[in-house]
């Protein structure tokens, strides 16, 4: 497991525009280990939005077209930058990884270790 740190969430506009940053430690990225992240409303299951590894990235549908998942080995950082926000991307974002997974998936069993999410809300 690594311990992970989600930044960057906040409130904006319908239409704008926003950056997720994850922050991990305990675990360098020496390669593209499974990273990923979701998102959660209330009374809702968590739903995959992205993930990226040694296989290349994967999103959902409803993220294809407006956010991009990119990562920095050197720093051992995950970002997720949101484009064109709707007010149904209102939610809990949360970052997601498994040092011991190389492949992308959009299951959140495949993941062992989470971050603690952060507010991201979008105001029509």
């Known amino acids: 497991q690594v311990q992970l740190v989600e930044s960057g969430g906040g409130l904006v506009q319908t239409g704008g525009s926003l950056s997720l940053s994850c922050a991990a430690s305990g675990r360098t990225f020496s390669r593209d280990w499974l990273m990923g992240w979701f998102r959660q409303t209330p009374g809702k299951a968590r739903e995959f939005v992205a993930a990226?590894?040694?296989?290349?990235?994967l999103y959902a549908d409803s993220a294809k077209g407006r956010f991009t998942i990119s990562r920095d080995n050197a720093k051992n950082m995950v970002y997720l930058h949101m484009n064109s926000l709707k007010a149904e991307d209102t939610a809990v974002y949360y970052c997601a990884g498994n040092p011991i997974r190389f492949g992308r998936t959009s299951n959140p069993t495949d993941y062992n270790s989470w971050g603690q999410g952060t507010q991201v809300t979008v105001s029509s």
């Open positions: 990226t590894a040694s296989t290349g990235t």
